[in-house]
């Protein structure tokens, strides 16, 4: 089918070079009845001196914090707005454009969690009182990659509230995707300008023949969130059938169609663990435990891994959201968990990507180093608290921020100077042909 969109926000002109964005890593997510905060574990919450790190790379927008869980943890009228007005003011002071996140993996404090009803209501409630306080801040994300969220709380059981079936993972998709609607609704009863930056993962699922059909499917599902915003999603749709099935009802699906919110920037977020590979030959995985769909048993790890031949790269994927909406694109999120000359490599990759996409006529907008300051234990998904650090572009294991060899490369590409100087020289590990994990893919 085609995907005919419209964007009543969608900005006019068409930047020529890439922008080079910020971003903090500030998931507030729940498991079991203990939330954590990144930010705060980063202690990038109590040094108002990173501000000026953040100042220092020259950057023209950066995606920052205004999180529910951390304004009003408590109750929807007790808001402590102390710690935002005082970085937002400081990003406005600099010239730096912040794209707001009101939501960040998080499932809403604990008087309106996204698995109950009153979370879409009283989020919008929220970004209201947000767009009041700081009625020139023009670009949000109400709910960052609601369909990874999905997955991790409704569908693998990872967070709360740790369902394991499709009706849990679409039921809390439907909500998050409402609840941005709604938001945005309000936000732009404030400030009509306000544009919707849409995030979420963008991925491609490789398999072996005999899961193929397991790899179509979730192909087509990574494209929920922008689908439903669209008003994609009607009963010619891949998944109509698979959505209501698992619990939605036509009238929910049908008000996606009526009362469309297309992004107006999609935020596509993009890691090497990004492309994954569905193996049925499970044997020759030690350490992996299959998983199964009822109906076969098989692994799902890295392309990059398990037959890095197939990888397709950023720069095709970024192509095919283009084809399928034609809607301006930035990478939202590009971090890689290593040393710092990986991580250049990671960032160069990316950005050379990312460049050529647009050549071949796609509108993207800019590229965003994420986790500025690091981040802690995504390395299990932060289901446990074991303090393994990664650095950004700076590193705070000491308690203090320390620029790392990333801070002069994002300079000199916000600059204009050509990526491939400013690159290691030698392939990134991921782009080596690695041992197979199975014979049968040698």
Request: aromatic share 10%.
């Amino acid at each position: 089918m085609s995907y005919p969109i419209h964007g009543d926000h969608m900005p006019l002109t068409r930047p020529v070079n890439l922008e080079i964005w910020g971003g903090i890593e500030c998931t507030v997510n729940r498991v079991n009845n203990e939330y954590q905060d990144q930010v705060r574990r980063s202690g990038h919450h109590n040094r108002v001196e990173d501000m000026d790190c953040i100042t220092s790379l020259g950057i023209k927008s950066i995606r920052y914090p205004v999180l529910w869980e951390r304004v009003a943890p408590e109750h929807p009228e007790h808001l402590d707005w102390n710690w935002t007005d005082e970085r937002l003011n400081r990003l406005r002071d600099a010239g730096i454009n912040p794209i707001v996140g009101l939501i960040h993996h998080g499932c809403g404090p604990r008087y309106a969690t996204f698995d109950g009803p009153a979370y879409a209501t009283e989020l919008a409630r929220y970004a209201r009182r947000v767009a009041e306080r700081y009625p020139w801040v023009t670009d949000y994300t109400p709910v960052n990659e609601p369909l990874t969220t999905a997955r991790f709380a409704g569908l693998y059981g990872h967070w709360y509230p740790h369902g394991q079936s499709d009706a849990h993972f679409v039921r809390l998709l439907l909500r998050q995707v409402q609840a941005t609607i709604r938001a945005m609704a309000q936000i732009r009863a404030v400030q009509p300008a306000a544009r919707l930056i849409q995030t979420d993962d963008l991925s491609y699922v490789h398999s072996t023949s005999g899961v193929r059909y397991q790899a179509d499917f979730e192909n087509e599902r990574r494209f929920l969130t922008w689908d439903l915003l669209c008003g994609c999603v009607v009963p010619d749709h891949a998944l109509w059938n698979y959505l209501l099935a698992s619990g939605a009802t036509e009238a929910e699906l049908w008000a996606f169609v009526e009362n469309p919110c297309p992004p107006s920037i999609i935020g596509a977020n993009h890691y090497v663990t990004s492309e994954r590979f569905l193996d049925e030959y499970t044997t020759g995985y030690p350490d992996w435990i299959p998983g199964t769909n009822g109906t076969h048993y098989y692994v799902d790890t890295e392309v990059v891994r398990a037959s890095p031949e197939q990888r397709l790269g950023v720069g095709k994927l970024l192509m095919q959201v283009w084809e399928r909406y034609g809607l301006p694109i930035a990478v939202t999120e590009a971090h890689l968990g290593d040393c710092v000359e990986e991580q250049k490599r990671w960032l160069g990759e990316v950005w050379r990507q990312a460049e050529e996409a647009k050549r071949a006529g796609a509108d993207v907008r800019a590229v965003t180093v994420w986790a500025l300051f690091g981040l802690y234990d995504w390395h299990c998904l932060l289901t446990r608290q074991e303090n393994r650090y990664e650095p950004g572009a700076f590193n705070v294991s000491s308690g203090r921020a320390i620029p790392t060899e990333l801070v002069e490369m994002i300079v000199q590409l916000g600059n204009g100077r050509p990526v491939e100087e400013l690159m290691p020289p030698g392939e990134g590990w991921w782009q080596m042909k690695q041992e197979a994990c199975h014979p049968m893919l040698v």
